[in-house]
């Protein structure tokens, strides 16, 4: 089995690749992710390969154990090759979360474009042409996210929660940050969908991060959700590098 770490601006998610690279989700912890996390991991299983992903700092005791405890291991970052071309200018700055998608984009529907929308605590969007090329893409201001910054910038208003249920227009001030916010995020990918549909034809588009399925249903454009999108990349980028070693 493989060892797939994801460690996210809000939390760590643990899942593990068995036979047919079918992805299995462990657990997730409230950052920061401890050594005795991963060492509670690793007592109740075996692993032949590792890999981890961060897009913050963590304990080099977790590097530690994974190159103690592990036949194989990969800490992602801008150097380590993975599968499709990276043209970002400034590859060093690029999250790992994204090219972790990027990477699980490519391995669910290869030869094709793909927009790549991860709307977890920012809100990424990510192209993929059928060439394997990935060329960029824009960061945005999550959910929760956009409603901590009307309340932290402003002096009268509430923080909200998001509801499921909405106006398109808001008759009090809940209602209007609820609209706002969700109807905002809403407009934003279908706009992005609708414009990038023009420039790269067919595009497919998938959504993924914790906050998918509650844009999933919402919007206009046709998506394919995929909440293990990250796992699936950073398990075909071990098993590519597994690879490369090997020849």
């Known amino acids: 089995m493989n060892l797939l770490i994801d460690i996210g601006n809000t939390n760590t998610k643990i899942a593990i690749s068995g036979q047919e690279k079918k992805i299995s989700f462990?657990?997730?912890?409230?950052?920061?992710?401890?050594?005795?996390?991963?060492?509670?991991?690793?007592k109740k299983n075996k692993f032949k390969k590792a890999i981890i992903s961060s897009v913050r700092g963590y304990s080099s005791e977790i590097t530690g154990i994974l190159k103690n405890e592990m036949p194989f291991f990969i800490k992602l970052g801008h150097t380590v090759p993975v599968p499709v071309e990276i043209l970002y200018k400034t590859k060093e700055t690029l999250g790992c979360d994204r090219i972790a998608c990027v990477v699980g984009a490519y391995t669910l529907f290869p030869a094709s474009n793909i927009l790549i929308i991860d709307a977890g605590t920012a809100i990424t969007y990510d192209i993929l042409t059928e060439q394997k090329k990935y060329i960029g893409g824009n960061i945005s201001p999550g959910l929760m996210m956009r409603f901590n910054a009307l309340h932290i910038g402003t002096k009268k208003l509430p923080l909200i929660e998001p509801s499921q249920t909405f106006p398109l227009l808001?008759?009090?001030?809940?209602?209007?940050?609820?609209?706002?916010?969700?109807?905002?995020?809403?407009?934003e990918i279908d706009s992005y969908i609708n414009t990038l549909s023009a420039l790269y034809k067919p595009l497919r588009t998938i959504l993924t991060g914790g906050d998918c399925f509650f844009f999933e249903k919402k919007l206009k454009n046709a998506i394919f959700a995929e909440l293990n999108l990250a796992f699936i990349g950073l398990n075909e980028i071990l098993e590519f590098c597994a690879a490369k070693i090997s020849k």
């Open 170 to 187: 808001g008759n009090n001030t809940a209602d209007a940050i609820i609209a706002g916010v969700q109807n905002g995020i809403i407009f």
């Open 26 to 42: 462990i657990k997730s912890f409230i950052n920061p992710f401890k050594p005795g996390d991963l060492k509670q991991i690793l």
